[in-house]
């Protein structure tokens, strides 16, 4: 994402990932409780070795995989941090578990505070993608 664009969204902290992802900044990660992962692939190895080392606990959530599907994490890795892995996405929860929590996240959806944005054509992305003020969705 734009660093720009990630100001104001209330986050503690924000990381530009690199297109070579070893000169991926962490050094102001500082200590973590919990990341929520939507991007997986090759930066894991990278963001694990870069953890504040134990004895805190790091909440591990692996949810999407835009940067890839594997990640080639060493076992050294896992052993020298307090790290707990999970995933979420179906598996992770029943079917009878979505039913019940459904009504909390619809409920949950009706106080997100809208946000502008604007949809370019994925032909345009690259000539609009640094003019966008707003969020950008690009459609075919």
Known sequence: RNP?????????DAIKMED???KTNFSGLGSVDVILDFLFGPIIPHLFKSLVPPPKVVQYVQ???VAGLT???????????????SGSGPGAWTLLQLAQETPNMVNMVHKIKPY?????????????????????????
């Open 20 to 22: 070579d992802v070893e």
């Open 71 to 85: 990640a080639d994490l060493p076992a050294d890795q896992l052993r020298s941090k307090n790290i707990v892995m």
């Open 4 to 12: 720009s664009k990630m100001e104001g969204l209330g986050l503690d």
């Open 63 to 65: 949810i999407g995989s």
């Open 116 to 140: 502008n944005f604007q949809t370019v054509s994925l032909a345009k992305v690259e000539e609009t993608w640094d003019k966008v003020r707003d969020r950008l969705v690009v459609v075919p």
